[in-house]
């Protein structure tokens, strides 16, 4: 079975930092667009930054960019999404996502749907 798995979400204050991985199981990642996605509290699966394979060409959603970097290592088999500057609007479960129907390249469209592999999820919360 094809799996995707999350760790190292948590409980961490405003402005503060935290590190997301996702491990591959039982597949490489190498032809696969990596991406991360969050769903906040009645909110939509949103997509927030997707890496291509090959040449590791990196996208962000506005709202993340310049604090959250992802990043990919296929010889290790893993992902990252380092999260710094943190605000309570970031709180929410953090999904690893993998597409291949786009040749290794991110989908244009930054939507769910456009990916084949998920991460069972992994909760952050940024309180006070």
């Known amino acids: 079975q094809l799996q995707l798995v999350e760790s190292g979400g948590g409980l961490v204050q405003p402005g503060g930092s935290l590190r997301l991985s996702c491990t591959a199981s039982?597949?490489?990642?190498?032809?696969?667009?990596l991406a991360w996605f969050r769903q906040g509290p009645g909110n939509k699966r949103e997509g927030l930054a997707c890496?291509?394979?090959?040449?590791?060409?990196?996208h962000y959603k506005d709202s993340v960019k310049g604090r959250f970097t992802i990043s990919r290592d296929d010889m290790k088999n893993t992902m990252s999404l380092q999260m710094e500057s943190l605000k309570v609007e970031d709180t929410g479960v953090y999904y690893c996502?993998?597409?291949?129907?786009?040749?290794?390249?991110?989908?244009?469209?930054?939507?769910?749907?456009?990916?084949?592999?998920w991460g069972q999820g992994t909760q952050v919360t940024v309180s006070s």
């Open positions: 996502a993998a597409a291949r129907s786009w040749g290794g390249r991110c989908p244009d469209s930054a939507h769910p749907s456009e990916y084949d592999l």
């Open positions: 890496v291509t394979s090959k040449d590791s060409r990196t």
């Open positions: 039982n597949f490489t990642l190498d032809d696969y667009a």
